[in-house]
């Protein structure tokens, strides 16, 4: 059969858990229902190998970077609509048929999951954080900040060629238009957020980074900004209790007071191994 879509999925030093993604993907799909891509960028593991056993078709590169391994991917994938899948995020043969029908509806040229996040492992004040977080991103979710989206062979030209961004999830958001974009609630992630207030803070770096050069690439980020009385709403409502709220207040007030202390001064951001496995765990 052909293929009814294309996945593209970049991984660096991805062993311990691309086994268990690529069989989320591939467990209920008929034989050649999808058409995936990994890509092992500059991995001294065995990624590239664990990703063969599976039976997906497996490129390799020394040269790093998560963009550059999105471009060799996506210039080898044959099929549309495509999928672009993070290495530890897991998406099931279900989730990304759900995306592809959702592509198929008029007018919608991208779409991506909706995140279900796995804090096994978090510490009490993570656990909070992401709760509240997640919270009050739900109403304006996109296709950033949950490990997959999704691009029709229309949307696609809107993306790629992809530059060199730390954030290709947010330059495929903010080429389109909130109607042209949907967040499909048939379709979820599986997605493993910072286990510790610390490695949320870095992640934060990169963020803003990423930000920053999406602005100075003309694609600026237009997040609502957070108010009090949105976390005063959600605990209202009884979606977050009071001490949820003082705890995302406060690292929120930390992250703030980090950020000017490092605005002048030039700040590195690396891959965050909290949020995966140990090899061989």
């Given at each position: 059969?052909?293929?009814i ?5 970049p ?32 991995c001294?593991?065995?990624t ?13 590169t ?16 044959r ?6 899948l ?31 996040w796995?804090?096994d ?12 977080h ?6 304006s ?35 389109f238009?909130?109607e ?12 493993r ?7 949320h ?10 930000n ?12 609502q ?10 605990v209202r ?9 003082a705890?995302y207040l ?5 992250d ?8 002048n001064?030039?700040v ?5 191994t ?6 061989g765990?």
């Amino acid at each position: 059969m052909d293929p009814i879509a294309g996945v593209v999925i970049p991984a660096h030093e991805e062993e311990a858990g691309i086994a268990a993604g690529l069989a989320q993907l591939l467990s209920g799909a008929r034989p050649g229902e999808f058409e995936v891509v990994v890509v092992a960028n500059a991995c001294t593991d065995r990624t590239a190998e664990v990703a063969r056993g599976a039976g997906v078709r497996v490129l390799e590169t020394p040269e790093p970077g998560k963009a550059n391994a999105l471009r060799l991917g996506d210039a080898a994938c044959r099929t549309f609509p495509r999928l672009y899948l993070d290495a530890d995020v897991e998406l099931t043969c279900e989730s990304a048929r759900a995306l592809v029908a959702a592509l198929a509806e008029p007018g919608v040229l991208a779409c991506a999951p909706t995140p279900g996040w796995d804090l096994d492992g978090a510490g009490p004040v993570a656990r909070r954080l992401h709760r509240v977080h997640d919270a009050l991103v739900a109403p304006s979710r996109g296709l950033a900040g949950v490990g997959c989206y999704a691009l029709s062979e229309e949307g696609h030209a809107r993306v790629f060629p992809l530059p060199d961004v730390i954030s290709d999830d947010g330059w495929a958001h903010a080429g389109f238009a909130p109607e042209e974009r949907r967040s499909v609630p048939g379709a979820r992630t599986r997605v493993r957020p910072a286990r510790s207030v610390a490695a949320h803070l870095r992640r934060r770096v990169r963020v803003r980074l990423g930000n920053r050069q999406l602005a100075e690439l003309g694609r600026p980020v237009t997040a609502q900004p957070l108010r009090l009385g949105m976390l005063a709403a959600l605990v209202r409502q009884r979606k977050a209790g009071p001490l949820d709220a003082a705890c995302y207040l406060a690292v929120l007030m930390v992250d703030r007071v980090a950020s000017r202390l490092r605005r002048n001064r030039q700040v590195s951001w690396g891959r965050d191994t909290s949020s995966r496995p140990a090899v061989g765990a």
